[in-house]
């Protein structure tokens, strides 16, 4: 169980905002924070990492106490067992692929799970290349491998997959859920992509006005008894004679079968 109740006062847009985050995530779930650009989501995450202090409050994951304001208790970043993946993705600059792939992980590691990422994040031919010679999507799969391949007890990942193609996108949103179902950690990221957050996630925190207003399933939190609907594309697949078309209505995907021709 990760538990967690932060404080911390931040400009944002010019402005002074302020948050005041308090939730608990169950181990092994996949948790979404959504919510309106500047409302803390990237702040949250940092101050999870250890990266950024709060202002007061205190976070504890598995009965380990890794901030307290009132103890003046701060577990630095290199000792919280971690993984993140942020959107500026951080990648070591004379380190080649494989090198930032590793980067962190202790002695003997898991030589299957890493085989495992670097196979659905088609980086074979990449591990021996610079971050430079790489395109923001390649970079983005390589933080995204790195942050997996320390078998974290806390995922954290934030648009983590904003840069990438639709093909690419829903072939890591398929591949984060099977690779978490072998390492079982939490995972919590921030997205402004329902789609993907019904592919992903098991919860939803919504953040507005500082403050998390609601916690639910994605269907509780986004459906809604609106008669105007709107759809977004999920995916065309050709079916034999006919092509399928996915859309995300309100919450639920439609299929619509049309004549290929």
């Known amino acids: 169980m990760i538990k967690f109740n932060v404080h911390k006062t931040f400009k944002s847009h010019g402005k002074e905002e302020r948050i005041n985050l308090e ?19 990237t702040s949250l995450l940092r101050m999870l990492a250890g990266l950024l202090d709060p202002d007061s409050g205190n976070i504890e994951i598995e009965g380990e106490e890794w901030y307290n304001s009132e103890q003046k208790k701060n577990i630095k970043v290199n000792r919280r067992n971690i993984g993140f993946l942020f959107q500026d993705y951080s990648l070591f600059p004379n380190m080649s692929v494989i090198e930032n792939i ?19 994040g088609d980086l074979k031919d990449l591990l021996n290349r610079k971050p430079d010679t790489l395109s923001g999507g390649q970079q983005q799969r390589v933080a995204l491998a790195r942050a997996i391949a320390r078998k974290p007890k806390l995922l954290l990942l934030d648009e ?23 390492i079982k950690t939490t995972i919590i ?24 207003t609601k916690k639910g399933t994605p269907s509780e939190i986004f459906v809604n008894e609106k008669t105007d609907l709107m759809g977004e594309l999920i995916s065309i697949t050709d079916e034999g004679t006919k092509k399928t078309i996915r859309i995300l209505v309100e919450g639920k995907i439609v299929s619509v079968d049309l004549p290929k021709d």
Do not use: T, W
């Open 23 to 41: 939730s608990s995530c169950e181990q092994g779930k996949i948790y979404a924070v959504y919510g309106n650009s500047g409302a803390g989501k």
């Open 102 to 120: 590793l980067y962190g992980v202790d002695g003997e590691y898991d030589k299957e799970l890493i085989n495992r990422i670097i196979e659905i």
């Open 160 to 182: 983590p997959l904003s840069a990438l193609d639709a093909g690419m996108r829903i072939k890591l949103q398929k591949e984060i859920l099977a690779i978490n179902n072998v």
């Open 189 to 212: 990221f921030v997205s402004h992509n329902i789609p993907e957050i019904f592919k992903l996630a098991d919860e939803v925190l919504v953040i507005e006005n500082g403050k998390f």
